[in-house]
């Protein structure tokens, strides 16, 4: 993990904005070109890109790639010509589009590759060493939520969690934390972040301070995050609101969904589908619109003070597929056979992926058990709380490790959640979480890493 720099930050922007694709030349029989013809390409998800939009500067036509990334342009005479590439790809990553200048002359007919910079290429600007291939980076940019202007030697902090088991009796669990400061552009930059884990991502800068985001994995490697920091929400009018509206696939109003940003209590959407979250800190807010039966929608939003943000969420329903008979392995079937016994004496109360995942977060899984109490707290930039049973601070197991410190829950996600036992009173707990010198009740909570 090495911190961000000037120099650093200027190379990743310049590999941004005018990454040059190769190109290569075929053989034609003396004649001018009718046609400048190009292959737009992802080299990060290696596949052709479909739907890419060209154009050529000082020029009115356009192009947009083929179902296999081959776009052209007819009628062309010789001479030097600038294109440019745009796609939902690059934005995705941060890259407003990829140019590249290119010769047509009159005795070949030239194909041009427009690629997508590979991640050896975005490593080697921004990381040092070889690229690794089991790891990616993050990178972005801090600003100032009123000016927008650079806040250099901003806070920037990534955590995420890491279980490893060698065995049923050895099983590890460690929150990473790393942080950085902002370079005078106020450009930052983690490398060697996992790539199979939910990252956390906030920053802050003397009273300032944005939301607390979540990065989930997927196939791409690199993640590019640009964060405006508001005023702390202590500071009286620092505040905006965010309006919207859910619907479905075939957009109907969604009735009832949740709408959850960061610390805000969540609200529903209306018989419209409309809903609106008021007093919402200024900066970047994450915002996640969750239903059931429908797959999550998460958006990044800025809230100005005083100033509106709408948001117009379209929940797809979750696929169905057919059953399939799973041999799992002899610990795990074990932990399952475990679990469903205690669940049938009827001494905890249970809770399954089944109904966790409509919640917006983990606290209000817990809230909906009897005897059960969340206590906030703040110990860092990102909120924190801890489960009570009664007056007493039951114990935590996640995955069958004790966990002592209950602000590990901040770092876990609804439907990142197999299963929560709970057992509110000392007298319910089984003996596999009964802890000497402890009689307060415990909670048993298992991800899906884990569980199987």
């Not at 590990?408 to 996600?413: A, G, Q, T, Y």
């Not at 299963?419 to 009689?439: D, I, L, M, W």
């Amino acid at each position: 993990m090495q911190p961000s720099s000037v120099a650093k930050r200027a190379i990743l922007i310049g590999v941004a904005g005018l990454y040059l694709g190769g190109s290569r030349a075929l053989a034609q029989p003396a004649r001018a070109p009718t046609a400048l013809r190009g292959v737009a390409y992802d080299s990060l998800r290696g596949q052709a890109l479909a739907g890419a939009f060209v154009t050529i500067r000082g020029d009115t036509r356009t192009a947009t790639s083929d179902a296999q990334g081959h776009f052209a342009f007819d009628g062309m005479t010789p001479g030097g010509y600038v294109l440019t590439l745009q796609h939902d790809a690059l934005d995705s990553i941060g890259l407003s589009g990829i140019t590249r200048r290119v010769e047509l002359t009159a005795d070949a007919m030239s194909e041009v590759l427009l690629s997508v910079p590979s991640f050896a290429t975005m490593w080697k600007a921004a990381c040092a060493g070889m690229a690794p291939s089991d790891s990616g980076l993050v990178y972005g940019t801090i600003r100032d939520a009123s000016s927008r202007s650079p806040v250099p030697s901003a806070q920037v902090a990534l955590s995420w969690l890491n279980l490893s088991a060698s065995s049923i009796a050895d099983i590890r669990q460690r929150r990473w934390r790393f942080d950085v400061a902002s370079d005078s552009a106020g450009g930052f930059t983690f490398c060697g972040v996992p790539t199979d884990a939910s990252l956390q991502l906030d920053a802050r800068a003397e009273s300032q301070t944005s939301g607390l985001l979540t990065l989930r994995p997927g196939r791409l490697r690199v993640h590019r995050v640009d964060l405006l920091l508001g005023k702390n929400a202590s500071v009286a009018g620092a505040r905006g609101m965010i309006v919207g509206r859910v619907t479905n696939q075939a957009g109907a109003p969604l009735r009832d969904a949740r709408v959850v940003t960061g610390e805000m209590p969540e609200v529903r959407s209306g018989q419209q589908g409309e809903f609106t979250i008021r007093n919402v800190p200024t900066g970047t807010q994450q915002v996640e619109v969750l239903a059931l039966g429908m797959l999550p929608v998460v958006t990044l939003v800025d809230v100005m003070e005083a100033d509106t943000v709408v948001v117009n969420a379209r929940l797809q329903r979750v696929t169905t597929l057919e059953g399939v008979n799973v041999t799992a392995l002899s610990p795990r079937a074990r932990i399952v056979s475990s679990f469903e016994e205690r669940r049938q004496l009827g001494l905890g109360r249970f809770q399954d992926s089944t109904t966790i995942r409509a919640h917006g977060t983990l606290s209000s899984v817990f809230q909906e058990f009897l005897g059960i109490r969340v206590q906030y707290t703040r110990k860092s930039a990102s909120p924190q709380y801890k489960l009570l049973g009664g007056s007493c601070t039951v114990n935590l197991f996640i995955d069958r490790v004790r966990v002592t410190d209950h602000a590990e829950l901040s770092f876990l996600r609804p439907d990142e959640i197999a299963a929560v036992e709970v057992y509110a009173r000392a007298s319910t707990v089984p003996v596999e979480y009964q802890t000497t010198g402890q009689p307060c009740g415990a909670v048993a909570v298992w991800t899906k890493r884990f569980f199987p």
